[in-house]
C-alpha cells in the first residue's frame, strides 16, 4: 500500500510532510507534491502532518481523488526528490480547501 497526496495539496504546496518521511519518497513540482509508491513504505508518518490534509492512504482514498494514483506515480518520475522542508507557496492560505483544483496543477 501507499500514501497518495491529493487535490488540496495543489497550489498550497506544503512540505511539512517531506520532513518526516524516512524513505525521501516526495518529488516536487512547482506547485503540487507527489509520493513515489514504489518508494513509500506506508509508514503513515506522512499524513498527520499535512495541514492541508491533501495525504490519503490508498486504501482510504475518496473514490473523487482515485485519479490521484496515477499522477502521483507519474510525477514522481519526471520530478525531483525533495527532502528537506521548505515555506509553502506564497497563497497557499487561500488556496487550502478550494475544490476542483486539478486544473490548476503545473506540470
Not at 30 to 59: G, M, Q, R, S, T
Request: aromatic residues 10%; negative net charge.
Amino acid at each position: 500500500m501507499t500514501f497518495v497526496v491529493t487535490d488540496n495539496c495543489i497550489r498550497c504546496k506544503y512540505t511539512d510532510c517531506v520532513e518526516v518521511c524516512p524513505v525521501d519518497c516526495f518529488h516536487e513540482g512547482p506547485n503540487f507534491l507527489a509520493i513515489d509508491p514504489d518508494e513509500c513504505i506506508d509508514c503513515a508518518l506522512c499524513e498527520p502532518e499535512c495541514p492541508a490534509e491533501a495525504i490519503f492512504a490508498e486504501d482510504d482514498l475518496p473514490d473523487e481523488f482515485a485519479h490521484f494514483m496515477e499522477l502521483n506515480e507519474e510525477l514522481s518520475r519526471q520530478w525531483p526528490v525533495l527532502t528537506q522542508r521548505h515555506d509553502p507557496l506564497p497563497d497557499a492560505e487561500e488556496w487550502d480547501g478550494k475544490p476542483d483544483k486539478l486544473k490548476y496543477l503545473e506540470r
